[in-house]
């Protein structure tokens, strides 16, 4: 994935990552963490705020925007799990299906493979208060509401899935 570096560039590349400090990566994973996931929700809430447009629904991108944050308050728990076992670790580095350990692979001892091996309940449970956010909010039936509210997700885990 790196471009064609020299020797001298990948030592120094290398000596530069060794002297980084742990609180400086723990500040940039986390700022980088946060700006990533307030534009996520931002572009999620800009999706329903046009979508909601063809239902001729007066709300505005905040009141989309809140939406999301709300519907995806369930995931706070599987990250709660996570930082248990992460915390737990003696050394603190797990691969990711192992820290998710809430996910249904984990859970029913399911052998799948690709994006439907880190769904959670948490995420279902956040995919149905959005879908019935949705419904709510647009006065559409419960199944086209949930077609348009999770429209961007089924996209992202189908092409995740191909890929």
Do not use: C
């Not at 001298?8 to 590349?13: F, V």
């Not at 290398?14 to 500040?27: D, G, K, V």
């Not at 603190?92 to 299906?97: A, D, E, N, S, T």
């Amino acid at each position: 994935m790196l471009p064609d570096l020299t020797a001298a560039q990948l030592e120094q590349m290398e000596e530069n990552i060794r002297n980084q400090s742990t609180a400086s990566l723990i500040l940039s994973s986390t700022l980088g963490t946060v700006v990533v996931l307030v534009l996520i929700m931002a572009l999620f809430a800009l999706y329903l705020h046009f979508a909601s447009k063809f239902s001729f629904v007066q709300l505005g991108w905040k009141a989309w925007f809140s939406m999301m944050w709300w519907t995806s308050i369930p995931t706070i728990f599987g990250a709660l799990a996570s930082w248990v076992v992460l915390l737990s670790n003696s050394n603190g580095q797990l691969p990711i299906m192992e820290l998710n350990v809430l996910n249904f692979t984990n859970l029913l001892g399911l052998e799948v493979q690709g994006p439907l091996a880190y769904l959670t309940p948490f995420y279902l449970w956040s995919f149905a208060l959005l879908a019935l956010g949705y419904q709510n909010w647009t006065k559409k039936n419960l199944l086209s509401s949930a077609v348009i509210a999770l429209a961007p997700y089924i996209v992202i885990f189908g092409l995740w899935a191909v890929l």
